[in-house]
């Protein structure tokens, strides 16, 4: 790589970067072309985190999980930089989530990448969309995009045709206390790349008047809520948004969620007490809300309690409202 296009980088600098993970409530419309497209709510979470670090190497090196995954959104951003090589650094994956899991591991993945590897060679972090075109991400939705850049919860409004990515349209913080259990069924995996556009492409589009419904509910329960920090209206009005959302889908899962065994833990969810729940994306990750630690913790257990620990995974994780942590050492 030639010196005239980047800083010389010193031997033993390091940039390391944090990333939350997204928690998706559902895509707002699909399916109506001369619309917009996709569009949708979702929150950020601390819990899986995305951490990795760029260090000094005499070529590109990925080491750790998704390795492969890493070095192609390397080979991405450099392209899209106008560089004329690789950049000469080893990205080391230290944490992630599983992939396909509905937490939108692989944007968080590639805007880390991107934005380490700008840290990395002294270039300022671009504007979110910018930063997720770098390394083609954006395609659908751009909750991760915009929640990688400030955390919080995010209302996208969907793409028209020819825009590039879906505008941010709003961000609120969500109280500190609140929590999201994470309910990830073993052995299951989401739809993504290929599969997931073929799903799309048998998918019936969502009608008019379920999207309109759909944005009724975030504008006037949703966001209310969280603006008034009313955990109860705001567990009743996720609930109500990710099942209607869902059934846009029950073409290919059956129903509101991803086949009955996701169907059933929802319902022994709701029947534990717990009001706001729902699937993230395709899933398989389901999430819970309650209203502060000692309450989740309360409801971990009980729910160990009624099904196996081989069958589920559960997280405990709070709302993140700062996004992305990138630092240079």
Same mark, same amino acid.
């Given at each position: 790589?030639?010196?005239?296009?980047?800083?010389?980088?010193?031997?033993?600098? @390091?940039?390391?970067?944090?990333?939350?993970?997204?928690?998706?409530?559902?895509?707002?419309?699909?399916?109506?072309?001369?619309?917009?497209?996709?569009?949708?709510?979702?929150?950020? %979470? #601390?819990?899986?985190?995305?951490?990795?670090?760029?260090?000094?190497?005499?070529q590109l090196e990925a080491a750790g999980p998704l390795?492969?995954?890493?070095? @192609?959104?390397?080979?991405?951003?450099?392209?899209?930089?106008?560089?004329? =090589?690789?950049?000469?650094?080893?990205?080391?994956?230290?944490?992630?989530?599983?992939?396909? =899991?509905?937490?939108?591991?692989?944007?968080?993945?590639?805007?880390?990448?991107?934005?380490?590897?700008?840290?990395?060679?002294?270039?300022?972090?671009?504007?979110?969309?910018?930063?997720?075109?770098?390394?083609?991400?954006?395609?659908?939705?751009?909750?991760?995009?915009?929640?990688?850049?400030?955390?919080?919860?995010? %209302?996208?409004?969907?793409?028209?045709?020819?825009?590039?990515?879906?505008?941010?349209?709003?961000?609120?913080?969500?109280?500190?206390?609140?929590?999201?259990?994470?309910?990830?069924?073993?052995?299951?995996?989401?739809?993504?790349?290929?599969?997931?556009?073929?799903?799309?492409?048998?998918?019936?589009?969502?009608?008019?008047? %379920?999207?309109?419904?759909?944005?009724?509910?975030? #504008?006037?329960?949703?966001?209310? =809520?969280?603006?008034?920090?009313?955990?109860?209206?705001?567990?009743?009005?996720?609930? @109500?948004?990710?099942?209607?959302?869902?059934?846009?889908?029950?073409?290919?899962?059956?129903?509101?969620?991803?086949?009955?065994?996701? =169907?059933?833990?929802?319902?022994?969810?709701?029947?534990?007490?717990?009001?706001?729940?729902?699937?993230?994306?395709?899933?398989?990750?389901?999430?819970?809300?309650?209203?502060?630690?000692?309450?989740?913790?309360?409801?971990?257990?009980?729910?160990?309690?009624?099904?196996?620990?081989?069958?589920?995974?559960?997280?405990?994780?709070?709302?993140?409202?700062?996004?992305?942590?990138?630092?240079?050492?």
């Amino acid at each position: 790589m030639t010196t005239s296009l980047l800083p010389k980088i010193e031997p033993d600098r @390091r940039v390391e970067v944090v990333a939350p993970c997204r928690v998706h409530f559902g895509l707002l419309s699909f399916g109506r072309p001369s619309g917009r497209q996709f569009g949708g709510v979702g929150v950020m %979470v #601390d819990h899986p985190a995305v951490r990795l670090r760029v260090s000094a190497a005499d070529q590109l090196e990925a080491a750790g999980p998704l390795a492969d995954r890493a070095r @192609r959104f390397a080979c991405l951003w450099a392209e899209s930089a106008g560089l004329p =090589s690789e950049p000469a650094c080893r990205i080391e994956i230290l944490a992630t989530a599983a992939p396909h =899991s509905g937490l939108g591991v692989g944007t968080q993945l590639a805007l880390s990448v991107a934005a380490g590897l700008n840290a990395w060679c002294g270039k300022p972090q671009p504007a979110p969309a910018e930063l997720a075109l770098s390394v083609g991400r954006g395609q659908r939705s751009a909750i991760g995009t915009y929640g990688f850049a400030a955390g919080g919860l995010i %209302v996208e409004r969907g793409k028209l045709p020819g825009e590039p990515i879906s505008p941010l349209e709003c961000r609120l913080e969500l109280p500190a206390a609140w929590r999201f259990v994470l309910v990830q069924p073993a052995a299951a995996a989401g739809l993504s790349g290929s599969a997931e556009q073929t799903a799309f492409d048998r998918l019936p589009p969502v009608p008019e008047e %379920v999207t309109r419904e759909l944005r009724a509910e975030i #504008d006037r329960e949703m966001l209310p =809520s969280v603006r008034q920090t009313d955990f109860a209206r705001f567990s009743a009005s996720v609930y @109500r948004y990710g099942r209607l959302a869902g059934l846009c889908f029950a073409a290919i899962q059956g129903g509101p969620y991803n086949g009955p065994q996701l =169907s059933s833990i929802v319902d022994r969810i709701r029947a534990l007490g717990v009001a706001g729940v729902g699937q993230s994306s395709w899933g398989p990750t389901l999430f819970a809300l309650l209203p502060g630690e000692p309450q989740a913790r309360e409801f971990v257990a009980r729910l160990t309690a009624e099904l196996a620990p081989e069958e589920i995974r559960l997280t405990i994780a709070r709302p993140d409202n700062r996004g992305a942590e990138i630092v240079g050492l």
